[in-house]
């Protein structure tokens, strides 16, 4: 698909309006809700979604499990360079999501607005909820007896980076300023494929990781983390269970057989010293942000580049939330990295 010419929109929203709408959430639960209305109020967006003057065209990249479908949002305006690029994973604990998420869509669009980068947008296969769940939505293409499980969504981002590479001249791109990035499961997904690539002597310059899975259990909290979580309520929360389920069902097996390639946090010293320079983010209010730090603390003991920020007053998955500022700020720090690349 292609866009009508666009030019950018500052959000309207003041920040810290997640936090307040967290403590009424918070008070919700504590009172026996939410009621529908809570969670609408919830849920709401926070402004206008941003508009960018970009083309916008989905494709595919060839990969082994079946095609692999992207979506490129390219700046519209004349280059006098090859652009960089950001090869970009929404998240969805590995079960959900897709290309139109505003974790997909507006994370692409603001971030190749503001860098003025191309993006390409992967959507890559999904494993099956837990037994009693609902069946994974099938890429086209998909062979009918195929389970999704570790490693095909990993395989999948690989082969689009691949694709990229290979059509950098068509793209408008220069392959030696790739970036590889994503959000939740996503984020894992990046840095996993990251860390495969790098093995074979094909890292990207960099690994932009958004809120990110990076262990199948997370660690212990620090006191500031233990208090920051306090407020929030467990619907919201990623317990040791949930954690669990979800890396057992995304592995198909029990987490002892997990490896690097699965969760990069169990990746040694050695391992992860190949890295290229990392950028994490996680929320504040967010049980993953113990996996982000623990990671970055994991990579500067490696000796890769890493900085690691907390998005203050946000949940997990806030580039969800269409028209928060602190998503905002979010997107200009990725488009300064891409940048300086």
Same mark, same amino acid.
């Given at each position: 698909m292609t866009t009508a010419p666009r030019t950018a929109q500052t959000p309207t929203a003041e920040p810290g309006q997640m936090s307040s709408r967290l403590r009424d959430l918070a008070a919700a639960h504590a009172a026996g809700g939410p009621t529908p209305e809570q969670d609408a109020a919830w849920n709401a967006p926070y402004g206008p979604r941003e508009q960018w003057d970009l083309d916008v065209v989905d494709d595919e990249a060839p990969g082994p499990h079946g095609p692999v479908p992207v979506r490129v949002y390219r700046p519209r305006t004349a280059a006098d360079a090859p652009r960089p690029v950001l090869v970009f994973c929404?998240?969805?604990?590995?079960?959900?999501?897709? *290309?139109?998420?505003p974790e997909g869509d507006a994370t692409a669009?603001?971030? &190749?607005?503001?860098?003025? +980068?191309?993006?390409? /947008?992967?959507?890559?296969?999904?494993c099956d909820e837990p037994p009693g769940g609902s069946p994974a939505r099938r890429l086209p293409g998909t062979p009918e007896d195929l389970e999704v499980r570790a490693p095909i969504p990993c395989d999948d981002v690989i082969a689009a980076v691949d694709w990229t590479r290979e059509h950098a001249g068509e793209l408008g791109i220069d392959p030696a300023r790739l970036a590889l990035g994503g959000a939740s499961a996503g984020g894992n997904l990046a840095a996993a494929a990251s860390l495969r690539l790098a093995e074979e002597g094909?890292?990207?310059?960099?690994?932009?990781?958004?809120?990110?899975?990076?262990?199948? *259990?997370?660690?212990?909290?620090?006191?500031?983390?233990?208090?920051?979580? &306090?407020?929030?309520?467990? +619907?919201?929360?990623? /317990?040791?269970?949930?954690?669990?389920?979800?890396?057992?069902?995304?592995?198909?097996?029990?987490?002892?057989?997990?490896?690097?390639?699965?969760f990069p946090g169990l990746g040694t010293r050695e391992q992860l010293a190949v890295l290229p320079r990392t950028y994490l983010e996680s929320d504040e209010h967010d049980h993953l942000r113990l996996s982000a730090r623990r990671y970055a603390e994991q990579l500067a003991a490696a000796g890769v580049e890493v900085e690691h920020e907390v998005r203050r007053g946000v949940t997990h998955g806030h580039l969800n939330k269409v028209g928060l500022p602190e998503a905002?700020?979010?997107?200009?720090?990725?488009?300064?990295?891409l940048g300086e690349l």
């Open positions: 929404h998240g969805g604990s590995f079960q959900h999501g897709d *290309l139109d998420m669009r603001g971030v &190749a607005g503001r860098a003025d +980068a191309v993006v390409v /947008s992967v959507d890559y296969r999904l094909r890292a990207p310059a960099a690994s932009l990781l958004m809120y990110p899975v990076l262990h199948p *259990l997370n660690p212990e909290p620090t006191a500031e983390e233990t208090e920051a979580l &306090a407020a929030l309520p467990e +619907a919201l929360g990623f /317990s040791p269970q949930k954690m669990r389920v979800m890396a057992e069902n995304y592995l198909g097996g029990p987490l002892e057989d997990a490896t690097a390639h699965d905002a700020q979010s997107f200009d720090r990725l488009a300064e990295i």
